[in-house]
């Protein structure tokens, strides 16, 4: 009987020490978790935007590959110029690029809302090498299901004047 007792007694205490030992367990754990946090918070998240039309990054700083460099727009849209563009978009592009709705291409509407107007004179001029070595492009052909843009073989200003109605869509 004695035995009995003391047994359940030790089995008690047992239960009672594992009890201890799990709490304190779980507040290590925590406390782990909390170091955790504490180490991750201060490591810089890089925001990624997408473009509502594609689901594309959106990185206006990059000017892609091509031979457009540099190029400063003037904040007043140049409307001789864009209509000009229109024309060269309308015998060019127009098969492809609905101005306002995907169709075979993205719709130019808001393009300079997410891509750079270096960037945007690069795709023109330079489809090939854009799609090959432009992470953006590389997507934007993905998302096209791989269907290449084509080089309409543009003139640097025919492309600039195209670049010019856009800013009027
Ligand atoms: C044969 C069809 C076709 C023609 C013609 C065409 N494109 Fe494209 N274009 C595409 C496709 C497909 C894409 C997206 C996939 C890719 O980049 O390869 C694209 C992408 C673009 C982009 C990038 C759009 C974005 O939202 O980032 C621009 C800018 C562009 N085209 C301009 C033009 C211009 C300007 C012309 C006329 C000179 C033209 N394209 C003619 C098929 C075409």
Do not use: T
């Given at each position: 009987m004695r035995t009995q007792k003391m047994m359940r007694i030790?089995?008690?205490?047992?239960?009672?020490?594992?009890?201890?030992?799990s709490c304190g367990k779980s507040e290590k754990t925590n406390g782990q978790k909390d170091q955790g946090q504490t180490i991750e918070q201060p490591m810089p998240k890089k925001e990624i935007k997408y473009d509502k039309?594609?689901?594309?990054?959106?990185?206006?700083?990059?000017?892609?590959?091509?031979?457009?460099?540099?190029?400063s727009?003037?904040?007043e849209v140049d409307h001789g110029l864009a209509e000009q563009g229109k024309d060269v978009y309308d015998r060019n592009?127009?098969?492809c690029h609905k101005p306002d709705k995907r169709l075979v291409g993205p719709a130019p509407k808001g393009i300079l809302e997410r891509r750079a107007p270096e960037w945007i004179m690069n795709m023109i001029l330079n489809p090939?090498?854009?799609v090959k070595e432009d992470p953006v492009a590389k997507q934007l052909l993905?998302?096209?299901?791989?269907?290449?843009?084509a080089n309409q073989g543009l003139t640097k200003e025919e492309a600039r004047a195209v670049l010019e109605y856009f800013r009027t869509l």
């Open positions: 030790s089995l008690l205490i047992f239960l009672f020490i594992g009890l201890l030992a039309v594609d689901g594309v990054a959106v990185d206006l700083n990059n000017k892609g590959v091509g031979p457009i460099q540099s190029l727009l003037d904040p592009c127009l098969a090939e090498g854009m993905m998302e096209y299901n791989g269907s290449p843009m």
